[in-house]
């Protein structure tokens, strides 16, 4: 089976982050923060296991909670729900686990993430889950799951037994299976591996890799105050 997905790192977007009109919204709004596109490459299913820390198949049971979050790039809406692990597949976890999305809505303000699926409270999906374990100046400290390459990453259970993605990929259960050779993924573990990579390699300098490690510990923040757009 394959899998389109975008070439990047399971992560959340990196927009810059649009404002509202000039003299202040007195109404909702909506900001697209990013857009599909029709060309996109394909990956296949090994390669979103082996980008995903948790495989499962989950029922979305808690409504969204929405807020903002700090990153280096710029301020942006994240929303997450709470869900019921009802069999892992790669990886371990607890019974319920919190899943987070860009995307949302705080106050007047509406982010829409095109590239994110809609999970919806009571349906069960098949989820390629990726748990930050680094900051990078984009993921906050906590215990929370974000989905493997968004829309691609996502299946919904059908009627029928099987899983099927918004892309119009079906899965069976004969594709459920972890590659040989597949360990559930650590984000802090693979940029570890590719600095010390690139080192090696003389593509960065000591002080560019010093900078690029003790990234992986500055952490994006959750605001207790709403932006004032």
């Given at each position: 089976?394959?899998?389109?997905?975008?070439?990047?790192?399971?992560?959340?977007?990196?927009?810059?982050?649009?404002?509202?009109?000039?003299?202040?919204?007195?109404?909702?709004?909506?900001?697209?923060?990013?857009?599909e596109t029709g060309m996109m490459p394909k990956w296949t299913l090994h390669d979103t296991f082996a980008q995903s820390s948790l495989v499962a198949v989950c029922t979305i049971t808690g409504e969204e909670e929405s807020f903002y979050i700090q990153q280096d790039t710029g301020t942006r809406i994240y929303s997450?729900?709470?869900?019921?692990?009802?069999?892992?597949?790669?990886?371990?976890?607890?019974?319920?686990?919190?899943?987070?999305?860009?995307?949302?809505?705080?106050?007047?303000?509406?982010?829409?993430?095109?590239?994110?699926?809609?999970?919806?409270?009571?349906?069960?999906?098949?989820?390629?889950?990726?748990?930050?374990?680094?900051?990078?100046?984009?993921?906050?400290?906590?215990?929370?799951?974000?989905?493997v390459w968004g829309r691609n990453g996502s299946y919904e259970q059908m009627p029928q037994g099987h899983f099927a993605s918004?892309?119009?990929?079906?899965?069976?259960?004969?594709?459920?299976?972890?590659?040989?050779?597949?360990?559930p993924y650590s984000l802090r573990e693979d940029r570890l591996n590719k600095y010390a990579e690139q080192l090696s390699r003389g593509q960065i300098t000591r002080e560019a890799y010093d900078q690029k490690v003790a990234a992986l510990d500055r952490y994006a923040v959750i605001l207790e105050e709403n932006p004032d757009y």
């Open positions: 089976s394959e899998v389109p997905s975008t070439p990047s790192t399971p992560s959340a977007p990196r927009p810059t982050t649009p404002s509202a009109p000039a003299e202040g919204p007195e109404e909702p709004y909506t900001v697209y923060m990013d857009h997450q729900k709470t869900a019921v692990v009802e069999r892992v597949i790669l990886g371990e976890a607890p019974e319920i686990i919190t899943i987070r999305q860009p995307g949302g809505t705080v106050g007047l303000r509406t982010e829409v993430s095109e590239s994110q699926p809609t999970l919806r409270v009571g349906t069960t999906y098949l989820l390629f889950l990726m748990k930050p374990d680094a900051g990078m100046g984009r993921y906050t400290k906590g215990d929370y799951y974000m989905i918004t892309k119009g990929v079906k899965l069976e259960e004969a594709d459920l299976v972890v590659p040989e050779g597949v360990e």
